[in-house]
């Protein structure tokens, strides 16, 4: 069973910065990789930015030298630091977990970025 539990969304404006924060729990492949996505209204669900367990890290073009994602072992979360935020990041985030074939989903946080 795994769980995932995002926090940290709210309002904010144009270029302000918000840390989202994704606490997991449950059982975990070492081989697993572990990531952000964000749906905006009427699109599709995309990567913003997922990080292996070999530490390899992938962003999306658009969120390159904006938002950066890291992992904190001792506190069981998976954190992404989002800077210079513009108004077309404004989405819900979730945090997902990819480990034996199997995609696990959070429930969402809203960020909404202001013009």
């Known amino acids: 069973q795994v769980q995932l539990v995002e926090s940290g969304g709210r309002l904010v404006q144009t270029g302000e910065s918000l840390r989202l924060s994704c606490t997991y729990s449950?059982?975990?492949?070492?081989?697993?990789?572990m990531g952000w996505y964000r749906q905006a209204p009427g699109k599709q669900r995309e990567l913003v930015a997922t990080l292996s367990s070999s530490a390899t890290t992938n962003y999306a073009d658009s969120v390159k030298g904006r938002f950066t994602i890291s992992r904190d072992n001792a506190k069981n979360t998976i954190d992404l630091q989002m800077n210079r935020l513009k108004p077309e990041d404004t989405a819900v985030y979730y945090c997902?977990?990819?480990?034996?074939?199997?995609?696990?989903w959070g429930q969402g946080t809203q960020v909404t970025v202001s013009s």
């Open positions: 449950g059982t975990f492949a070492a081989d697993r990789t």
């Open positions: 997902n977990v990819n480990q034996w074939g199997v995609s696990f």
